[in-house]
């Protein structure tokens, strides 16, 4: 089976520009949750989503925004960027049936930064 | 709000030493605790999963256990090898939501 998998796994941008960026989940996986990775606040949740439904958020202004597909492929966006914004963006599924809280698995991440 | 801490941060040994590594929660309302290893500039590795009903999970050289009354979790690795060698994290997900929460992390070195 293949993992979860981001794209691109590398960004560069320059303030005020947006920024899209991928994941595709594990085969049969229906949950995919964002988080923001830096040296100075670890890693940090962005937002979780279920059967396309948005089902948490984290602390994060509403420049981050995130959808998932039917596929439950999922995109997260980020507007009018900062500095930031510099980070490796995580993507991570698991299978969750319902209620139950599954395992999470990782991708690679992407590295934005942000000039 | 759920804090979760780590101890050590940081962890140098020699090769096949047994070695402990503590994670800290102050919220004992959890779903499961994740631990997790991740080498530099790389994604994260799920090593262990444990459910709040369960009190320890093993996997080959590694061993989780979970008190969750108590608000901690160890993470065990047997016969260190320089192999073993990256950042270790602990996440802990809430049941009053879907969040999870990630410990900072404890970065170890086992030299050969």
């Known amino acids: 089976k293949a993992g979860v998998t981001q794209t691109p796994r590398y960004l560069i941008k320059t303030r005020g520009q947006q920024v899209t960026l991928s994941c595709s989940p594990i085969?049969?996986?229906?949950?995919v949750s964002w988080y923001q990775q830096t040296p100075g606040q670890g890693l940090q949740f962005l937002f979780e989503?279920?059967?396309?439904?948005?089902?948490n958020k984290g602390n994060f202004p509403g420049r981050f925004s995130g959808r998932q597909f039917s596929n439950s492929r999922s995109e997260m966006n980020v507007s009018t960027l900062e500095l930031g914004d510099s980070a490796l963006y995580l993507c991570a599924s698991s299978p969750e049936s319902g209620a139950i809280l599954n395992e999470q698995f990782f991708g690679p991440g992407t590295r934005l930064t942000v000039l | 709000k759920q804090e979760v801490t780590q101890i050590p941060a940081a962890l140098s040994v020699p090769e096949g030493e047994n070695l402990v590594l503590n994670c800290s929660f102050t919220?004992?309302?959890?779903?499961?605790l994740q631990w997790f290893r991740q080498d530099p500039g790389k994604g994260l590795t799920s090593l262990l999963l444990i459910q709040s009903s369960q009190r320890e999970q093993t996997s080959g050289r590694l061993n989780a256990s979970l008190d969750k009354s108590s608000g901690r979790s160890t993470l065990y690795i047997a016969a260190s090898q320089p192999g073993d060698s990256a950042t270790y994290l602990c996440a802990v997900r809430g049941t009053g939501g879907f969040k999870t929460i990630f410990g900072a992390g404890t970065r170890l070195f086992v030299k050969a």
């Open positions: 919220d004992s309302a959890i779903y499961n």
């Open positions: 085969s049969g996986h229906r949950s």
């Open positions: 989503y279920f059967s396309e439904t948005q089902r």
